[in-house]
């Protein structure tokens, strides 16, 4: 199996960036993580996060971050990203009113290429994370697969959340070779459900800060679960990430329930490494 690069979503321990940022980044790496993907910076400087990475020899590969910073502070955003030394920048989410078949999508359209074309001239690309909800259809194609048909290559890159796309009910392995050549930054993400596609079993972070949306995890049995410890066939989904181009899979879990984040972290990383990762 190929090496890939194996980092962590930080959203995945916010609790312990929150507390403290360079002992969780010092665990991070104990675990074995080489790099990981930003979700916030809890008020440090740039310098200060790349004075952190270096210290632990940790890659800032990605960040996610809502397009609406950027539009608000175009320079500051970019310059953070290249003072981090972030490869990558992604879109996490973006309000389904807002997509293709909408009176927004213009808009839309207009903002991710600005925002693609000013990372892409500073040796950074924009990607976008998905959910479920952007495998609702419009014209009898998926919302998502209108984003990349629609923006260019150059401007917008999957990055393609395991968890979510089996969730809607495609098999994320097959769904990730229609993407092949273009994905390069892939979110490793399990879970177990009793009732797929049944609706909303998270929340989404709005431009207030506050939760969009709350969950229905009684409704569907879902649960986050560390990777290889849910339903999900990480075997297969590997395999297509070599055969697709996959440089980086990052682990994210975005609950943990009654186990410390950092314990759950540990037993993702773990996992990959009985595959040889």
């Given at each position: ?70 539009l608000d502070d175009p320079k500051g955003t970019i ?161 297509a990430a070599e055969e697709t181009g996959v440089e ?30």
């Open positions: 199996m190929k090496k890939f690069k194996v980092g962590l979503q930080l959203y995945s321990i916010r609790d312990k960036m929150a507390e403290d940022m360079d002992a969780a980044l010092k665990a991070v790496k104990e675990m074995g993580y080489t790099c990981v993907e930003f979700a916030g910076f809890y008020n440090y400087s740039a310098e200060e996060v790349k004075a952190m990475l270096d210290k632990y020899e940790l890659t800032a590969i990605s960040v996610h971050q809502r397009i609406d910073l950027f310059e953070y990203f290249k003072t981090i030394g972030a490869k990558y920048a992604v879109i996490p989410w973006y309000p389904a009113e807002k997509l293709k078949g909408t009176e927004e999508w213009m808009t839309t359209f207009e903002n991710f290429m600005a925002y693609g074309k000013a990372l892409k001239e500073n040796g950074i690309q924009l990607l976008y994370h998905n959910h479920d909800f952007e495998f609702n259809k419009f014209e009898g194609k998926y919302l998502l697969d209108w984003l990349y048909e629609e923006i260019p290559a150059e401007c917008l890159q999957p990055q393609i959340d395991t968890c979510w796309v089996h969730y809607a009910g495609e098999d994320p392995a097959a769904y990730m070779r229609k993407y092949s050549g273009r994905l390069e930054v892939l979110h490793l993400k399990d879970f177990e459900c009793e009732k797929l596609g049944a609706g909303p079993v998270y929340s989404l972070i709005g431009n207030s800060g506050e939760e969009t949306e709350k969950p229905s995890q009684e409704e569907t049995g879902f649960r986050f679960r560390p990777v290889g410890y849910g339903i999900q066939n990480f075997n297969e989904i590997l395999a980086y899979v990052i682990v994210e879990q975005d609950s943990s329930y009654d186990t410390p984040t950092l314990e759950t972290a540990k037993m993702s990383r773990d996992y990959l490494k009985t595959l040889g990762l």
